[in-house]
């Protein structure tokens, strides 16, 4: 039973009905709270990451400010939000006519589905909500006792660093401790001094036995890393070995949590906003039509949803769009060995088996993909010529941005590392004892791309803020190796 609150009568029924439908159609969500409110109170929402509650931060009240005059001078207008959450809270902007009122239901509940359902958002917390008021009180208690302007200052450095985070911790089972191993270690024989046997005793004395076994002890412990592999997790690393004190410790653990919470979201955008404009466009077209009235808004604004920006990309527009070239595929019987091992073009485009398997491969996908795997294995070399894509880079004598290529391996590549890890350069801990004086070594995970020199920069100031000792990353410039260092006053770049 779904739970509504603030709704219009009308607004309640036409809730119900749309969720019949779309249990009907075979969605399965979580029980949905409702808010009916201006695009004052939406903007305060959305400023807030989607919660009605947060810690106090400036970040937020700039973010609404911008949010506002983005309404105020008709440049954007947000039309729903929805929380991953049990129950789910969406919230409707008054405003929204009677017809887009029912798409954005429908919207919402196809993403209620997927936040449920979907394995890449099968660890978060569902209840975040709840949470994120506790981080709240919690991080206006500590304003309260230590003052505004050191925390403040403090949860800067943490946001500065919330992205350095492994985001498939959480499906990995937890690393073992040292001497949780079930099997024992086979210890080295220990160096003796030859000796007759009649002479061992003395020649090696169980002392020196004793003292060559300490030896080993050591030079193993020394020559173990710390961390013994390199550690994706930043945060948590500086979490665990960083020498803050409660409070700081505490608010970077709430800065790492929320990292955690938001992050299948970031993995999941093209496939999530694809699944539920599909199905708001099912629904308000197939399953529970729209009234002859309502279709033409409807249509300008879907066209408006899924329209391509220069210089953008637009989740709604690929992911709906691989979704149905995929539900086509699947319907006509277009995979598997054959069709794959076809080589005639004509062939291939009058393929026809009448599988109608296109809607269960949908679900299938909606439950086990993100967006990299999605796009890998599904945006083949003829969705990119039906849709007519194109690379494109910047053109320094003309000042314009022109297309370099249409090939299809050079696009899938291209949009492949845009989301890989959000497009953002990969850091691991390599050594938090870097030449034995408790310095930190970071390393850049280099795949192509060069980390910005005044962004590095500015990290390894943060990141020294926390660990209060010298921070080192190790990167490629210019296809050399390089050690970026910070000290606490000066920047230095190394060849190694």
């Not at 978060?124 to 505004?148: C, E, P």
């Not at 550690?231 to 500086?238: A, G, H, I, S, T």
Request: with cysteine; proline share 5%.
């Amino acid at each position: 039973m779904e739970f509504k609150t603030q709704l219009t009568p009308e607004l309640r029924e036409l809730a119900g009905h749309l969720a019949d439908v779309a249990r009907a159609a075979g969605l399965d969500f979580f029980p949905t709270i409702f808010e009916l409110i201006d695009y004052q109170q939406l903007n305060e929402i959305a400023a807030y990451g989607g919660f009605p509650t947060r810690y106090p931060h400036w970040r937020f009240g700039m973010e609404y400010d911008r949010l506002s005059k983005s309404y105020t001078y008709g440049l954007s207008v947000i039309y729903e939000m929805v929380i991953n959450n049990n129950p789910c809270y969406a919230y409707l902007l008054r405003a929204n006519s009677l017809a887009f009122q029912k798409t954005v239901i429908a919207h919402v509940y196809a993403h209620c589905d997927f936040f449920k359902n979907n394995y890449w958002f099968s660890k978060t917390n569902r209840k975040m909500l709840d949470q994120m008021a506790n981080h709240a009180s919690y991080v206006r208690s500590v304003i309260d006792d230590v003052g505004h302007d050191e925390v403040e200052g403090f949860i800067d450095t943490c946001l500065s660093i919330e992205n350095l985070i492994d985001i498939h911790s959480p499906f990995r089972p937890a690393p073992k401790k040292p001497g949780q191993d079930n099997e024992v270690a086979r210890p080295k024989p220990v160096p003796r001094i030859k000796a007759k046997s009649y002479m061992d005793r003395y020649i090696n004395p169980k002392e020196f036995l004793d003292a060559q076994v300490q030896k080993q002890a050591e030079a193993a412990e020394k020559s173990r890393g710390f961390p013994e592999n390199p550690q994706r997790d930043v945060l948590k690393f500086l979490i665990d070995y960083a020498p803050l004190n409660h409070w700081q410790k505490r608010l970077l653990e709430i800065i790492r949590e929320e990292s955690y919470y938001f992050a299948p979201q970031g993995q999941t955008k093209i496939l999530n906003e694809g699944w539920a404009t599909y199905w708001h466009s099912e629904m308000m077209t197939r399953l529970a039509p729209l009234t002859e009235s309502e279709i033409i808004d409807y249509c300008e604004q879907y066209a408006g949803v899924v329209a391509s920006q220069p210089g953008q990309l637009n989740p709604y527009k690929l992911g709906v769009e691989l979704l149905r070239h995929v539900e086509r595929r699947w319907d006509k019987g277009r995979f598997g060995k054959d069709y794959m091992e076809c080589d005639d073009p004509k062939k291939r485009a009058e393929w026809d088996t009448r599988a109608m398997q296109g809607r269960a491969k949908l679900f299938e996908i909606r439950r086990i993909h993100n967006d990299i795997t999605f796009i890998d294995e599904f945006l083949d070399e003829d969705f990119c010529h039906e849709t007519k894509m194109f690379l494109y880079d910047f053109d320094r004598r003309s000042g314009q941005h022109v297309i370099t290529g249409r090939d299809f391996p050079g696009i899938k590549k291209r949009l492949l590392q845009q989301l890989t890890n959000f497009g953002q350069p990969v850091i691991s801990v390599k050594d938090g004892n870097f030449r034995n004086r408790g310095e930190l070594l970071l390393l850049h995970q280099h795949e192509g791309v060069d980390l910005k020199h005044d962004f590095a920069l500015e990290t390894l100031r943060n990141v020294f803020k926390i660990w209060r000792r010298p921070v080192h990353v190790e990167t490629m410039v210019e296809d050399s190796r390089r050690r970026v260092t910070f000290d606490g006053s000066n920047h230095q770049v190394e060849k190694i």
